[in-house]
C-alpha cells in the first residue's frame, strides 16, 4: 500500500518498506507503469536521505489517476475534501450566462477559466461555485482592497455573517472555511492553502509569475476556478493558466451582454486633438532619432517583450540605446500630454456637468494637472490608503461627481460605476481599454459614454488601435 501525504511544501507518496531499497526508476516503474504522464515523471524525485518520492502537490491528481491505471493500491493520509461546516444558501438568481458559465465549469471537472467583462458578475459564479461543491474555500485576489470587498460580497451572496469568512493580508491572519487572502501572502504562506478544497482566483492573470504560479504549484486540491476579464498578457504567459488552473471553460465580450441587456448600452466616442507646430517639431525631431537607432541597429520591435529586450535592456550598457530610450519616452511624452487635450477636458466636463465621470491617464504628473486645473479629487499610487478609501466612498455615494486617477485604479479596486469615462491617455494593452471600459458598464438607463482623446499625427493613433483589437 502507497501511502500519499503533505510534508513541507511537497507531496509524497511512502512505498512499502520491502520497496524501499529498489532503484528509483525501478520504483517508478512498479507504482505507475507507462502511466504517469512525463511532466509528472520528470518532477518526481527521490527523497536523499529517507527514500521516498516527492513532487509539487499540484500533480496529486495525476498521480492518484496513474496509480489506479496500473492498480497499485494507495492511500491519501489528508483530507482531500474539507467540507464546509455550514451550508450557504445563495441569495441571488444567477442570470443565464452565469449559470451557463458554472455548468461549463463543473462540467470540466470543476478546473478552468471563466472570462466575463467588468460588471458582468464574476462574483456571483465564484458564490454559485461554492455552494456547488461545499468545500472549504479560498479566494486569492490581486489587492488589499480587494479582501473586504469580496468579504461582503460573499457574505451577502451566500447569506453568511462576514465574520464567517476570513481575511488574510494587510496585517489580518484569519483563516476561516471561506477565507479571502491576497497573491502576495499566498505566495508566503503556500502551506495554509491545504486547508481548501476550491481555489478560486480573481484577476487569474496575474498567476503566471514567477512568484505567485507557486501559490498554484503548491495546492493539492484539483477544483480551481480562475476569472478575469482579461486573461491575456503580452507575454504569452496567460497559456500556463491550462496547467495552473484549467483550460478556458467559458468567455462572453462585453458586446454579447450588451446585446443582451445584461450590461449597458455604450458608445465610443474618439476626440483628435493636434499639437502646435513647434511640438510637432520637437516630436518629429525625438521620433527620428528613434528610429535612426533602430535602423543602425537592425533592430525589430514587434511586441512589448521586444522593446523591453532589445531596447530596455541594452540601455542599461549602451550610450546610444540610452539616447534613443531617451527620445522614445520625450516623443511619447509629447503624444499622450498634448495640452489639447485639456481643452477637450474642459468642455466634456462641462457637457456632463451632471453625470458621474472618471477620468484616466497614463501619466501620474498628468492626473495632478488635471486635478489642479479643475479643482477634481485625484487618486494615484501616492495617495494614502485612507485618503483613496474616503474618496472612492464619496464618488460611491455622490458627494463627488467627477473623479480622476491614473493606472493604480485599473483593476483591483471596486470602483464606483459611473457613466462617462475619459481616456486621457493610456497604453496599448487590450487590458487596460476593457478595464476602463467596464467601469460604465453596470447595468443602467440610458446609454452609458467612452472617450478617446487622441493625439493626431503621432503614434497614439497606433497605441489606440491596437487596444481597441480583439484579443
Not at 251 to 263: F, H, N, Q, S
Not at 285 to 312: M, N, T
Not at 366 to 391: D, G, H, M, W
Not at 464 to 471: G, I, N, P, Y
Amino acid at each position: 500500500m502507497i501511502v500519499i501525504d503533505l510534508r513541507g511544501r511537497d507531496l509524497v507518496l511512502l512505498p512499502p518498506a520491502e520497496w524501499g531499497a529498489l532503484p528509483t526508476e525501478e520504483l517508478l516503474r512498479r507504482l505507475f507503469g507507462p502511466h504517469l504522464p512525463k511532466r509528472v515523471a520528470v518532477q518526481l524525485g527521490r527523497d536523499r536521505r529517507h527514500g521516498f518520492l516527492r513532487t509539487l502537490p499540484i500533480h496529486l491528481a495525476a498521480v492518484k489517476q496513474a496509480l489506479s491505471q496500473q492498480g497499485t493500491p494507495f492511500q491519501v493520509a489528508f483530507d482531500e475534501r474539507p467540507a464546509l461546516p455550514f451550508v450557504p444558501v445563495p441569495a441571488v438568481e444567477a442570470r443565464p450566462y452565469q449559470q451557463e458559465a458554472l455548468e461549463r465549469w463543473l462540467a470540466a471537472e470543476g478546473a478552468g477559466v471563466i472570462v466575463l467583462p467588468t460588471g458582468a458578475g464574476k462574483t456571483v459564479v465564484a458564490a454559485l461555485a461554492i455552494h456547488s461543491l461545499q468545500l472549504w474555500t479560498v479566494v486569492v485576489v490581486p489587492t488589499i482592497d480587494l479582501l473586504q470587498q469580496w468579504r461582503l460580497a460573499l457574505a451577502s451572496m451566500l447569506q453568511l455573517a462576514p465574520e464567517q469568512i476570513g481575511l488574510f493580508g494587510g496585517g489580518d491572519k484569519n483563516l476561516q472555511p471561506i477565507t479571502i487572502i491576497t497573491y502576495d501572502s499566498a505566495a508566503l504562506y503556500p502551506l495554509e492553502l491545504r486547508r481548501f478544497g476550491l481555489l478560486i482566483f480573481d484577476e487569474c492573470h496575474h498567476l503566471p509569475a514567477p512568484t505567485y504560479r507557486q501559490i498554484a504549484l503548491s495546492a493539492f486540491t484539483p477544483y480551481r476556478l480562475g476569472l478575469s476579464a482579461t486573461p491575456e498578457r503580452s507575454d504569452m504567459a496567460h497559456l500556463e493558466l491550462e496547467e495552473l488552473i484549467g483550460p478556458e471553460v467559458y468567455r462572453r465580450g462585453p458586446e454579447e451582454l450588451t446585446e443582451d441587456r445584461y450590461l449597458a448600452q455604450y458608445r465610443e466616442i474618439r476626440i483628435e486633438v493636434t499639437l502646435p507646430p513647434e511640438d510637432q517639431q520637437h516630436y518629429a525631431e525625438q521620433r527620428a532619432l528613434y528610429r535612426s537607432f533602430l535602423r543602425r541597429r537592425r533592430i525589430a520591435i514587434r511586441s512589448p517583450e521586444d522593446f523591453q529586450q532589445k531596447l530596455i535592456f541594452l540601455s542599461a550598457r549602451d550610450k546610444e540605446a540610452r539616447a534613443a530610450m531617451r527620445a522614445w519616452r520625450e516623443a511619447r511624452r509629447i503624444a499622450l500630454n498634448a495640452a489639447a487635450k485639456y481643452e477637450q477636458i474642459e468642455q466634456l466636463l462641462k457637457r456632463h456637468a451632471c453625470d458621474q465621470v472618471i477620468l484616466f491617464s497614463e501619466y501620474n504628473q498628468v492626473v495632478e494637472e488635471i486635478s489642479r486645473r479643475f479643482c477634481l479629487p485625484s487618486v494615484t499610487y501616492k495617495t494614502a490608503a485612507e485618503e483613496r478609501q474616503l474618496i472612492l466612498e464619496r464618488f460611491r455615494r455622490g458627494q463627488y461627481s467627477k473623479l480622476v486617477t491614473g493606472r493604480v485604479l485599473n483593476e483591483g479596486v471596486d470602483l464606483p460605476d459611473c457613466r462617462v469615462a475619459i481616456i486621457v491617455s493610456g497604453n496599448s494593452t487590450r487590458r487596460e481599454y476593457i478595464q476602463r471600459l467596464g467601469r460604465v458598464l453596470r447595468p443602467k438607463e440610458g446609454q452609458a459614454t467612452l472617450y478617446e482623446l487622441v493625439t493626431s499625427g503621432t503614434t497614439e493613433e497606433e497605441i489606440a488601435r491596437r487596444r481597441r483589437q480583439s484579443s
